[in-house]
């Protein structure tokens, strides 16, 4: 049987498993169908003219899951996926991500189709722009606030900010996005700051003894997907905290090597080569090796469908943390959930980076410069208190599965039986339930 890869499917799928573990099931009332349908969706037409002249045709995507707790909030990517589906589902997990780690923002994300690594500096500002004009007022620093995604960095959020300015002079334009470089508006430690939140959450569950098998970071081997913003900086932060860098990788291949890698050397080969691959002369890895090297924990830092029902059988780590959006597929969830390795899934792990975004807004609103320890501090904080959140749950959850489970059959009888909840299913119930609860609260306008 092929999988279903669809990343639009995949949320729903994990949406359906948690939402019969969110209290009050008789509330519902059809709410479950609007907290999951996305609130807005824009898609434009971009003709940019190429450094040869050609004027080649873009397409992009700007989608709002869900306001009811604040303003849309998600990247921008420039990538081949990006399509309506998959920035659906990005801008859905954003929505659960934002509720989970309590901040008060929905969920939005946008992007791009169109290969980055092929696009000189001008081309890729010729499309930022353009993408920006075209979306208008559908962003806004109280309606929705784009960010960094793959392949869109701080330069990027400056052309944001810029065009977006130039369309609406004479305001404080600058809560307009985040992840803007520090000379314009932005903060310290949001370069850095999903990774650090991978970091927290990974160090965190560790603590409090939810990972039996690994006592602590020091020591532990660690292999990352994904050499960007996200996996580059984990890298370091992990190797900082006494782990073994066992392997890396980028799109084109990655490096291994057992006794742990010379991440200095790495990252001057990638600086100058354009790529990690060949960084140690042997030791080479396709993209998909990385995934089955032997370690404790394994970094998906690239993208989605990455560990599926082709290879979760072949994963050697016994923790998966998710720096990456969905880059997990259901079935291999499952297969995973079966072997007992456990997933800190991506609306928990890698909320370090809006978690930032958030405080860079709070900044530009109040025209204030934060300082780097405040920044690492409340981040900790709300990751630390995110990850409790989904390990107390999962406790509670599975506590109760009997009665869950009766409940469920109850009210759907032809439906299977429920599987125990994984850490993405109480996470996504936390989440659900938080945006439950304001919805309710709020009521059905008008
Ligand atoms: P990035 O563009 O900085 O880096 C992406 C990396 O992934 C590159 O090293 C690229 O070579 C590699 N890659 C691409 N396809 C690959 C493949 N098939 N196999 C192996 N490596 C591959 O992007 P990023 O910002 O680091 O984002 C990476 C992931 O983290 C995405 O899923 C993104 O949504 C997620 N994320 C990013 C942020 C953020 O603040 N940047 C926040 C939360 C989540």
Redesign the pocket.
Known sequence: MTEDLNPHHVARRQFDLATPFVGDLDGWRGMAEWLFQPEKIVSVTLPVEMDDGYVHTFLGYRVVHNTVRGPGKG?I?FHPSVDEDEVKA?ATWMTWKCALVDIPFGGAKGGVNCDATALSENEKRRIARRFIAALGDNIGPHTDIP?????T?AQTMVWIYDTYHMMHPGENSLPVVT?KPLDLGGIPGRST??ARGVFFAAEHFIEIGAMPGISSLDGARVAI????????HAARIFRDAGATIVAV????GGVHDPNGLDLTRVAAHKDEAGTVVGALGDGKLT?GEILEVECEILIP????N?ITADNAGRVQAQLIVE?????TTPTADEILAERDIKVLP?ILA?AG??VVSYFEWIQNLQNEQWEEHQVDELLAKKMRRATEAVVTERVALCEGLDEYRTRWQERVPDAPTLPAPTFRTAATAVAVGRTKATAEARGVWP
């Not at 830092?301 to 989605?304: D, I, P, T």
């Open positions: 990247g990517r990005l960010a960094p995604d793959m392949y960095d992840g700051a999903t997907q994904g050499y960007g913003n996200a996996g580059r990788s980028d799109s084109r993209p830092a690239a993208m989605e990455q720096a990456a959006n969905g880059p991506d890698n980076g809006v």
